[in-house]
C-alpha cells in the first residue's frame, strides 16, 4: 500500500524547489503517491508588509508575482486536463527559474532579480503535452479564488505561520507540516532516510514543530554562488 502525500508548492520558493526535488526522488525508491497542490505566496503573505523584504531586493514583490502567475497557468491546465498534469508542470516551470545559469554580482539580489523575469511559459507546457495558449491565463486574475482556498486549506491543515513547502500526509485528515527545509536534494538511502525521519515525526502524536531561524541557502544552477551561505529568507 502506498503513502499518501499532497506536496503545496510555489514554484518560485527556493526551498520549496529543492524539497520537491526530494519527494520525487523518494517516489522513486518507495510506494508514495503525490498530490501536487499550488500554494502561491503572494496570496499566503498578502497581509504581510514588503518593506523589510525590500532591504533585500526590490523584486521581492516582483518574484512572488512570478510564482502567481506560474500557478495561475498551473490551475488552467489542471482544470482542462486533471491533477495528474501538475507534478510535471512544476518540474517544467521550476526548471526556467532553477536551471537558470547563476548571474554575476554577489549577494542575493542578483539572484531574486532573474527569479522576478517574466518568461515564456509556452515552451515549458509544451513539453508536459498541454496546450502552450494555457500560457495566457497567467494574467487571468479570475482564477485567484479558486487559488485562495488552496490557502485556506494549506492553513487549515498547517496553520497560519507557515510558507512552503507544506507536506500534507494522508490527506486530507492526515498530519501536515511546513518543511523539511533542506539545501540540497539528497539520493539514494539518504533520500529514504531523510523520508521515514520527517513522516516518523508527522506522524507521532502531537509533534509540532522543530525550527530554527538560520538556514543554509538552497543549491541549484540558480543560486550556486549563494548556495550553503547562511540566510533567514524564505
Not at 520558493?13 to 519527494?23: A, D
Not at 525508491?29 to 503572494?42: D, F, G, I, M, S
Not at 508588509?49 to 521581492?60: G, N, T
Request: net charge negative; glycine share 6%.
Amino acid at each position: 500500500m502506498s503513502d499518501e502525500l499532497e506536496f503545496f508548492f510555489d514554484p518560485i520558493c527556493p526551498f520549496c524547489w529543492v524539497t520537491s526535488r526530494w519527494v520525487v526522488e523518494v517516489g522513486r525508491q518507495r510506494e508514495l503517491a503525490v498530490t501536487w497542490r499550488p500554494l502561491p505566496l503572494a496570496l499566503l503573505n498578502e497581509e504581510i508588509s514588503y518593506d523589510e523584504r525590500r532591504k533585500v531586493s526590490e523584486a521581492y514583490p516582483d518574484s512572488h508575482l512570478r510564482g502567481l502567475e506560474m500557478l495561475r497557468v498551473i490551475h488552467a491546465a489542471r482544470e482542462k486536463h486533471g491533477p495528474e498534469v501538475v507534478g510535471d508542470l512544476y518540474t517544467a516551470l521550476g526548471e526556467l527559474v532553477w536551471d537558470s545559469p547563476a548571474p554575476e554580482g554577489e549577494g542575493f539580489d542578483p539572484v531574486m532579480q532573474v527569479m522576478a523575469q517574466r518568461r515564456d511559459l509556452r515552451p515549458a507546457l509544451q513539453r508536459c503535452g498541454v496546450s502552450p495558449d494555457l500560457a495566457e491565463a497567467a494574467d487571468d486574475t479570475s482564477r485567484d479564488a479558486d487559488l485562495r482556498t488552496e490557502v485556506t486549506d494549506a492553513r487549515r491543515r498547517c496553520g497560519d505561520d507557515v510558507g512552503t513547502p507544506i507536506l500534507s500526509f494522508a490527506p486530507p485528515d492526515g498530519p501536515a507540516l511546513f518543511g523539511p527545509v533542506i539545501d540540497s536534494v539528497p539520493f539514494g538511502e539518504d533520500a529514504a532516510r531523510l523520508w521515514d525521519a520527517v513522516h516518523t515525526l508527522a506522524t507521532w502524536p502531537g509533534f509540532a514543530e522543530l525550527k530554527r531561524g538560520l538556514r543554509s541557502f538552497p543549491d541549484t544552477p540558480l543560486t550556486a554562488r549563494i548556495a550553503h551561505g547562511e540566510t533567514t529568507v524564505r
